[in-house]
């Protein structure tokens, strides 16, 4: 029912009332304002989901998933929302409204030739109503709609949604309906059960957080192999890290960088207008939890890495650990962070390949989270910020204009492009079988978030060029949009008979913000969601955030999604991965699209654990290790149920003089899974 309303509230441009049509200029629905600009703290970073903090109550009768709301701060806020300039092609204006009525301090305006001609305000309501202006004196001039707060008192605040221009003085605006209805339902849940609404059989568990550990706006976590935990924190994001749609002037620069070193030039050209000592004040941190309690609370945390505060760091959103090693994303460096006695101490810095965020883009855009492959070598994502790098052994690739999936061996050399032409895949996870499933975010144009194939040689067809095109068009001299190759050519959506031969096309569609994501282990949590992938869905606040539970199918040379549902709602999810225990950990960003002073990291436990008697071994094996163990033993744990488990086990077993002989019989194995890892095991004998 999600998809299907931003379907009609975002592709549906022309919507027939007799002969009259409907163009929709702001639909509210993507992870920012798009070209419009705002002031003050009011309306925060990005259109919100019925509900934000700042508001009690939930808002009634907005179209698709999101409005644009003043609220951010709470009454208190105050600010503006400006659009660029409208061309007013048509007699009628209209838009969804609600909030306080305060004339004059909070409301709506249109202002032709810098002249208010029109206003409107809530009249104290939290269900939006349809305003309609006939504006038919002002044909064919440019205007600018307003939304302004600068009301204080109870009903300050201000809500628009949905502006269309039409040749009818009633124009058609779909809405999503009341709560309780079954388009309405998973916000209802949120707004009475809040954060810890989950599936039957799940056990909610706060284990740290600001206050008690210090945990700051985390993008990622990661277990190692004690048990003790990972998390990626972003300081800088909105205070270093910056966002194109903010700084419109440098726009073309950026759009001409080629290299990293060409965006440091940029920053240094417009110091006058973003001081560089801003940009360099804040550090991303590596912060570590561990000596975890018996309630399951960390009893020590302790800051692992810092100093990521160089003018080009980015956000620090991607960390692994993997026996004495922090594989840690921050552009423009990819980092190996040595723990050489896997006490939690740093004793040693070095770059994979640096190179990465050509761009400034948009905020988030940037290297993300990394998965240990099948095949022993670790994979990861960059956004199309892009990179411009040459190997450690001579290759140059040159993506300055979009993002791809990556892979490199643990010693950090061999890096080479996976799969190409991805917006934002923040990151992926390999099935048991060796599949790789990702989710691609969608770029505000009315496309969907895509559930993506990663496949070796593979493009997913995105370029930057296509967001500039949007969102950006008036900065590269284009007063209106032009057609989109994207939208046109339905490249974004599933596989049809209009869009490019050379794509691989999306799966399926599925949630709007994808962040983190994982796969279900096979032992451990609920057995309702094996063979299951999860992947957060951050919204920019808790009630419209959440973590979803999707299963696919085979299909043809793809796969066809058979199943998704929400499994936790109503908690602003970043990331989420297991811990060896078989809980289902994820860190949770609180609120809003900047760096702040809170965050935490909760899990979730189920009642009656899948095949509990194996999972109950994972713990010991990983901690104790697999270096020590015999290659009889070894071979035993490729028949683990714990997918994690056989892995280690077939990467250690690879390394003994046995291997050949133990592979070559693990194909012969009656067990599937033991007859894959052994194919597996062979192909990395072969590499070496």
Request: glycine residues 10%; contains cysteine.
């Amino acid at each position: 029912m999600r998809l299907i309303s931003t379907f009609l509230a975002s592709l549906v441009m022309s919507v027939s009332v007799g002969r009259a049509e409907v163009e929709i200029v702001q639909a509210f629905e993507g992870d920012g304002f798009d070209s419009w600009q705002t002031t003050g703290e009011a309306f925060g970073l990005a259109p919100v989901e019925g509900r934000t903090e700042g508001l009690s109550g939930v808002f009634l009768d907005y179209a698709g998933n999101a409005l644009a709301c003043s609220a951010a701060g709470g009454n208190e806020s105050t600010g503006t929302l400006t659009s660029p300039q409208i061309l007013l092609n048509q007699p009628y204006m209209a838009f969804l409204i609600a909030g306080g009525n305060y004339p004059g301090k909070a409301e709506v305006r249109l202002l032709v030739d810098g002249k208010i001609v029109r206003t409107a305000t809530g009249r104290n309501s939290l269900a939006l109503r349809k305003e309609v202006w006939d504006i038919s004196d002002f044909k064919n001039k440019r205007a600018v709609l307003q939304v302004v707060d600068e009301e204080k008192g109870s009903w300050g605040f201000i809500a628009l949604d949905q502006v269309v221009l039409s040749s009818h003085k009633n124009p058609v605006i779909v809405t999503r309906g009341r709560p309780g209805t079954a388009a309405d339902a998973s916000l209802l849940r949120v707004a009475n059960e809040g954060s810890a609404a989950t599936v039957a059989g799940l056990n909610f568990k706060e284990v740290a957080d600001y206050n008690s550990a210090g945990v700051t706006s985390p993008a990622s976590l990661s277990v190692a192999n004690d048990g003790s935990i990972y998390v990626a924190e972003t300081h800088r994001n909105r205070f270093g890290v910056e966002d194109d749609r903010a700084n419109l002037y440098w726009y073309r620069d950026d759009l001409a960088s080629k290299t990293v070193e060409d965006r440091r030039a940029l920053h240094l050209k417009w110091t006058n207008k973003k001081p560089l000592e801003l940009m360099t004040k804040k550090s991303e941190i590596v912060r570590r939890l561990s000596s975890e309690q018996a309630d399951g609370t960390f009893g020590e945390a302790s800051v692992f890495a810092d100093k990521f505060n160089d003018l080009l760091d980015g956000i620090g959103s991607g960390v692994m650990a993997w026996d004495d090693t922090v594989y840690y994303a921050c552009i423009p460096r990819l980092w190996m962070l040595h723990d050489a006695g896997q006490a939690g101490k740093l004793t040693e810095r070095k770059v994979v390949e640096s190179g990465f965020g050509v761009r400034v883009s948009l905020t988030g855009h940037d290297m993300s989270g990394f998965v240990m492959g099948y095949d022993g070598r670790i994979y990861g994502s960059i956004g199309d910020r892009g990179f411009n790098l040459t190997t450690k052994e001579g290759h140059k690739y040159d993506f300055r204009n979009r993002g791809a999936i990556f892979r490199f061996e643990p010693d950090g050399t061999q890096f080479e492009v996976v799969h190409a032409g991805v917006r934002n895949t923040k990151e992926f996870a390999f099935d048991e079988w060796g599949n790789g499933i990702g989710v691609d975010n969608n770029s505000d144009q009315g496309d969907a978030a895509r559930i993506i194939y990663v496949i070796e040689g593979a493009d997913s067809g995105w370029e930057m060029e296509h967001q500039a095109m949007h969102t950006f068009h008036r900065e590269i001299g284009l007063d209106q949009r032009p057609p989109s190759r994207w939208m046109t050519e339905r490249t974004w959506e599933k596989q049809n008979d209009v869009q490019p031969s050379f794509i691989v096309p999306p799966v399926d569609y599925i949630g709007s913000g994808p962040s983190g994501m994982t796969y279900h282990p096979g032992a451990g949590f609920l057995a309702s969601e094996a063979k299951h992938f999860f992947v957060c869905d951050y919204r920019g606040s808790s009630p419209g955030s959440g973590v979803w539970s999707f299963k696919l199918q085979p299909h043809g040379a793809g796969f066809k999604l058979e199943e998704k549902h929400q499994l936790i709602w109503g908690i602003a999810a970043t990331d989420v991965d297991f811990d060896w225990k078989g809980r289902m950990l994820i860190s949770d960003y609180v609120t809003g699209w900047g760096s702040h002073e809170g965050g935490r990291v909760v899990n979730l436990t189920a009642s009656t654990p899948m095949k509990e008697s194996e999972s109950a071994t994972v713990a010991e094996l990983i901690k104790s290790g697999f270096a020590n163990r015999t290659s009889d033993e070894l071979s035993a744990l490729l028949r683990h149920a714990d997918q994690r488990v056989r892995l280690r086990a077939q990467l250690e077993l690879t390394r003994r003089p046995d291997a050949l002989l133990r592979f070559t019989q693990a194909t012969q194995s009656l067990d599937a899974l033991e007859r894959v890892h052994g194919i597996w095991g062979l192909g990395i004998l072969a590499r070496r």
